[in-house]
């Protein structure tokens, strides 16, 4: 536990889940908040939330939640948080900052914006980081050490409030940067968004192949499908509603993405081995040069370093839901 004074004096998070149960324990292992109140939707995950002891006090509603907080993070869906901010919006205290974890933004500030009011400072975040894994057991302290944390704030957010949110997420571990909404979806829908559908595209090819049995699949996984068997196995719910919310740069995306596939099966079709060893050599410098940046580790099986914060045993999965 930090020396120092708390950055917010209450953290309420609504939605515990991955991201949620880890800001609560990485802000507790780091001193960032003075207290942390919780709510979920349903009970079962409330009460773990209670047995794990990740928050001080855990309530039935959101409304509930915020009362008295000066740091509301929201932590479920994106397609949930419009109503949620139409809920909490009467209770929220003047000079609270309000913020979300989801990995689309222009909805969010689109859906959120509005119901909020003046008086609060609307600050959309979104840690990029995470597992295959929901619910309270899933997080840990050390989940956001070296990730990037990026904060959306629409035009005219006051700038201390900004600043102050980035430095609660630089005490979590996270590297921060700030960029306008929109921009930040047509990023990640490169990055994310794109690959998870790939992912969720293939495990599926492979489940429905007649001549191949699931077994079999299974059995003989080599490295590649196993690995994209990992993305595939996020949460459903969550991912919805990043492709239905994100859908025009995720199909500006898929579109080219569609391009690339038409030229190396031609490439193939045609024997053009020149083609598809110059493709192979430039995406393999990508990968090489996301190692050397630290946003990922040599190690197989994707590996994780988490160094600087204090360290503690990972917890099983647990199946309900963490929103």
């Given at each position: 536990m930090s020396s120092k004074a708390p950055l917010y004096n209450r953290l309420a998070l609504i939605g515990?889940?991955?991201?949620?149960?880890?800001?609560?324990?990485?802000?507790?292992?780091?001193?960032?908040?003075?207290?942390?109140?919780?709510?979920?939707?349903?009970?079962?995950?409330?009460?773990?939330?209670?047995?794990?002891?990740?928050?001080?006090?855990?309530?039935?509603?959101?409304?509930?939640?915020?009362?008295?907080?000066?740091?509301?993070?929201?932590?479920?869906?994106?397609?949930?948080?419009?109503?949620?901010?139409k809920e909490i919006a009467p209770h929220l205290a003047p000079g609270a900052t309000v913020s979300d974890v989801g990995s689309v933004k222009g909805s969010v500030v689109r859906d959120m914006a509005p119901h909020l009011p003046k008086t609060v400072h609307f600050v959309p975040a979104h840690p990029v980081a995470g597992t295959e894994y929901s619910g309270p057991d899933a997080g840990f302290a050390e989940l956001f050490v070296n990730r990037w944390c990026i904060l959306t704030p629409p035009e005219g957010q006051d700038t201390a409030a900004v600043e102050k949110l980035a430095a609660f997420w630089r005490l979590i571990g996270a590297n921060v940067e700030t960029m306008a909404p929109d921009h930040h979806d047509l990023v990640l829908a490169v990055t994310s968004h794109l690959p998870h559908l790939i992912a969720y595209t293939i495990v599926g090819t492979a489940d429905e192949l007649e001549s191949v049995t699931r077994s079999e699949v299974l059995k003989f996984s080599a490295g590649g499908?196993?690995?994209?068997?990992?993305?595939?196995?996020?949460?459903?719910?969550?991912?919805?509603?990043?492709?239905?919310?994100?859908?025009?740069?995720?199909?500006?995306?898929?579109?080219?993405?569609?391009?690339?596939?038409?030229?190396?099966?031609?490439?193939?079709?045609?024997?053009?081995?020149?083609?598809?060893?110059?493709?192979?050599?430039?995406?393999?410098?990508?990968?090489?040069?996301?190692?050397?940046?630290?946003?990922?580790?040599?190690?197989?099986?994707?590996?994780?370093?988490?160094?600087?914060?204090?360290?503690?045993?990972?917890p099983k999965p647990y199946a309900a839901d963490g929103d």
């Open positions: 515990v889940g991955l991201i949620g149960s880890s800001i609560a324990r990485a802000a507790r292992a780091q001193g960032a908040v003075g207290s942390i109140v919780a709510t979920a939707r349903s009970e079962a995950t409330r009460k773990r939330v209670a047995e794990l002891g990740l928050a001080d006090q855990v309530v039935e509603t959101a409304a509930a939640a915020v009362e008295g907080a000066d740091l509301v993070i929201v932590c479920i869906p994106v397609g949930a948080c419009g109503p949620v901010a499908f196993r690995d994209f068997t990992r993305i595939a196995a996020s949460d459903p719910t969550m991912w919805r509603d990043v492709f239905l919310a994100n859908k025009d740069a995720v199909l500006e995306m898929l579109g080219r993405f569609n391009e690339d596939v038409s030229a190396l099966t031609k490439a193939i079709r045609k024997g053009d081995g020149d083609a598809l060893f110059e493709h192979f050599t430039r995406t393999r410098a990508i990968r090489k040069g996301i190692v050397q940046i630290g946003q990922d580790s040599p190690v197989p099986d994707f590996g994780r370093p988490h160094p600087d914060l204090p360290q503690e045993p990972l």
